[in-house]
């Protein structure tokens, strides 16, 4: 330690005063300190180890046809329906949590039994100032869904302190793919100018400037090319491309198109649009070949020499032109292509036919470029900030195992709809494909944060349970109250119930609910649940009608674990929606029509008559009820519906003919390290049929199944329904065939 007396004493003083050491100290303190090191406020070396088990929301898988049943196996011959081997994972949720979850648990030996992780992309969010509105379309009108609270929160946390903010994102998050990334593994992560430069300096700490591969210019759009900006036009993103092992990795040539200019150079182009070169026939060695059938097996030609064999073999083809008194020559294809430099401005954004609606989407010849040059078929591709999709489509076409998280539901449910599409194509192509499951840490998220690691400590659960409560009440904006089992607040006139924190909420804390109801005479009550026990509804429902009780239920929103978002009075609580749907029956054969469909949702438009412009409208949603408020120039404010039929509201509806077939499992590590697999005493909802819209809107909605033939006589059957927003409602019901 260099430090002179004077030093020391100055370093005692403001270390008393509590003040911070001058940037020298640093150096003077610490004899192997790094001369150069990436800082910036709130960076932590600290790197979450938090492992939560999976829930499997759906499972889905186009019934293959006999043909591809028996040329693919590992699938029920009967319902033509994958039931081995793996099986891709679309992750609703926080990635953080979902990489520590996957590097850290029990899927990690799922993984690795499939050769690991040999490719991650990711493209996040760099831009600050991005809108990441959706816009739906409804009646022909378009509406602008902002993102959820959720959403809004966890992209105001990246920013919260700006780019220091980010950065402290993606730091951990980099971090933990490249534990969880093979050892021949790579990752790309797309950018721009906003944060290249800070992303190259992060990448290259995380994972090393040996391991450093390409910047990639992707020249895919142009900015404002207003001269109104006095610079030059932004054209380009950054793409980086590091490898986890320098030495040990996965490469395969990949080429960009001949330019127009070097095309003209070649004047052969055979039937097939394929250019040729022309030339003496050659071998490894050089030199030219002179074939003529007068000399025997093999030609003699300045010191080389052709086998009888090949020369018949290449005439026959048309690859050897043999004229008489001329050299002969071979016919020499150009190759596919030129091999890929690191500029790309062969591939366009522009994706016309590829359009999801999703504001950051990628063309797919972007993400097959990446793809195929660094896996191989058969290899598991990663995308943790997956967006619309376009990397686990890419991957399911060029037959590549995927994993795909996203922290919207507007995501996963676009992902969804987009996979079922790329599986019915591969379908009509006869090709090959594999089941999705959509999974999410759900109720166990929820779950660690009130038990997280006092097991044993049952003061402390239950302080933890009661600060719980605390923060819902107050989110919901009710006061809390004493004296009942399942009574926990008061919002109004209206009593306040809130349901258990790690299981759904169930028949049996309903008819507790009701119960005290009616012991203590009060009449309307609002339950509160993240889920609710599928068939609950709406039995439930009339059952409380029928003894002169008022239950409201509502959906907890996941945006009550931010005490910002609190404060601020951005949580809103939904009523849970509605479903209905007949049966039709035939012999043995169901069908099933949806027959009705509400939702309840409101926007946020505090005094929207005041504020709307004279001469401006605007579509919002009031009471489940989409519409359009317009105000004249003279202030005059008229209304037009939207939403004028239920169905208006439906994006995506499935049914499962066989529900409780399928039991939800999870695999839980315990203290000795072996996994142990668990019922949760929930089914996984097996997509039997779906129908959706898609680019031509509500007109391709079907409303009435196809046929299922039930053997056994009784089922349950499962209706899932997607509205337009991206929220999910289920109902079961109990069917005698």
């Known amino acids: 330690m260099k430090l002179t007396d004077n030093e020391k004493r100055d370093v005692v003083k403001l270390i008393e005063e509590g003040k911070v050491l ?31 088990p999976f829930q499997i929301i759906e499972q889905i898988d186009e019934p293959r046809t006999k043909k591809l049943r028996e040329a693919q196996r590992s699938f029920d011959f009967a319902s033509g329906r994958q039931i081995s081997g793996w099986t891709n994972k679309l992750i609703w949720g926080d990635n953080k949590y979902v990489i520590s979850s996957l590097k850290n648990g029990p899927m990690r030996e799922e993984i690795e039994k499939h050769g690991g992780i040999k490719l991650i992309y990711i493209d996040p969010p760099f831009d600050v100032q991005a809108d990441f509105s959706m816009k739906v379309n409804v009646g022909g009108e378009n509406y602008r869904k902002k993102r959820n609270v959720l959403e809004h929160i966890a992209y105001s946390d990246t920013w919260g302190r700006g780019t220091d903010s980010f950065l ?45 591969v390409n910047e990639i210019i992707w020249q895919g759009t142009v900015g404002d090319t207003s001269s109104k900006n006095k610079k030059f036009i932004k054209s380009h993103d950054t793409i980086f491309y590091f490898r986890k092992d ?107 036919k590829q359009v999801t609606g999703y504001p950051t989407q990628k063309p797919l010849e972007l993400l097959k470029r990446i793809i195929e040059s660094s896996s191989n078929e058969g290899d598991i591709v990663c995308d943790f900030f997956a967006g619309s999709g376009t990397t686990a489509h890419v991957a399911e076409e060029l037959s590549r195992k995927w994993i795909c998280s996203d922290l919207g539901k507007f995501s996963i449910h676009a992902i969804r709809k987009r996979m079922i599409g790329v599986q019915r194509e591969l379908k009509d192509k006869q090709k090959d494909w594999r089941a999705f499951e959509i999974l999410n840490l759900g109720k166990y998220q929820r779950q660690h944060y009130i038990y997280d690691k006092n097991k044993d400590d049952q003061i402390n659960l239950e302080k933890q349970e009661k600060e719980f409560e605390d923060l819902i009440l107050r989110a919901y904006d009710a006061k809390e109250i004493d004296g009942f089992k399942t009574i926990h607040g008061k919002k109004g006139d209206r009593f306040v119930s809130l349901g258990p924190v790690n299981q759904p909420l169930s028949r ?115 009471n489940g009820i989409i519409l359009e408020k317009s105000k004249d120039k003279d202030g005059n404010i008229s209304e037009k519906v939207i939403t004028e039929n239920w169905h208006d509201w439906i994006d995506y509806w499935s049914v499962d003919f066989d529900y409780e077939s399928k039991k939800e499992f999870i695999k839980i590590q315990n203290d000795e390290g072996s996994i142990e697999e668990q019922w949760t005493g929930n089914y996984v909802f097996e997509n039997e049929w779906q129908s959706f819209r898609g680019k031509r809107g509500l007109e391709e909605l079907e409303f009435k199944s196809s046929e299922r033939e039930i053997i056994s006589g009784k089922t349950k059957v499962a209706v899932k329904v997607v509205d337009i927003f991206g929220n999910d409602t289920m109902k079961v019901m109990e069917v005698e065939v």
Request: with cysteine; aromatic share 12%.
């Open 22 to 52: 001058p940037e020298k100290y640093r150096f003077l303190l610490f004899d192997e300190s790094k001369q150069v090191e990436l800082t910036w406020n709130g960076k932590s070396n600290e790197l979450t180890k938090l492992v939560l």
């Open 168 to 212: 402290s994102m993606i730091y951990e998050r980099l971090r933990l793919m490249k534990d969880l990334l093979a050892d021949d593994g790579s990752i790309f992560v797309h950018s721009d100018y906003r944060l290249s430069g800070r992303m190259r300096l992060v990448l290259n700490e995380v994972f090393g400037t040996d391991s450093f």
């Open 246 to 352: 320098s030495k040990n990795f996965i490469w395969n040539d990949v080429f960009q198109d001949y330019s127009p200019e070097s095309k003209k150079l070649y004047k052969h182009e055979d039937k097939n649009g394929r250019y040729m070169t022309g030339g003496n026939v050659s071998n490894p060695g050089g030199g030219g070949y002179v074939y003529d059938l007068g000399y025997g097996e093999k030609v003699p030609s300045r010191g080389y020499a052709m086998p009888k064999e090949t020369a018949l073999q290449w005439i026959e083809e048309g690859l050897l032109l043999v004229e008489e008194g001329k050299v002969p020559t071979k016919k020499q294809y150009m190759s596919d292509g030129v091999r890929c430099a690191d500029v790309w401005s062969d591939i366009s954004n522009t994706r016309g």
């Open 508 to 622: 049996y804390h309903v008819d507790e609910v009701m119960s005290e109801c009616l012991k203590n005479k009060i009449t309307a009550v609002d339950v509160l649940g993240f889920e609710y026990e599928m068939g609950l509804f709406p039995t439930i429902q009339e059952e409380a009608k029928s003894k002169g009780l008022r239950l409201e239920y509502k959906q907890i929103p996941m945006e009550v674990f931010n005490k910002k978002a609190i404060s601020n009075g951005e949580i809103i609580f939904h009523n849970v929606a509605y479903i209905d749907f007949k049966t039709h029956i035939k012999g043995k054969k169901l069908s099933i029509e949806l027959s009705h469909f509400k939702a309840f949702y409101n926007d946020e438009n505090l005094n929207i008559n005041e504020s709307l412009k004279n001469g401006r409208s605007k579509i919002l949603v009031e």
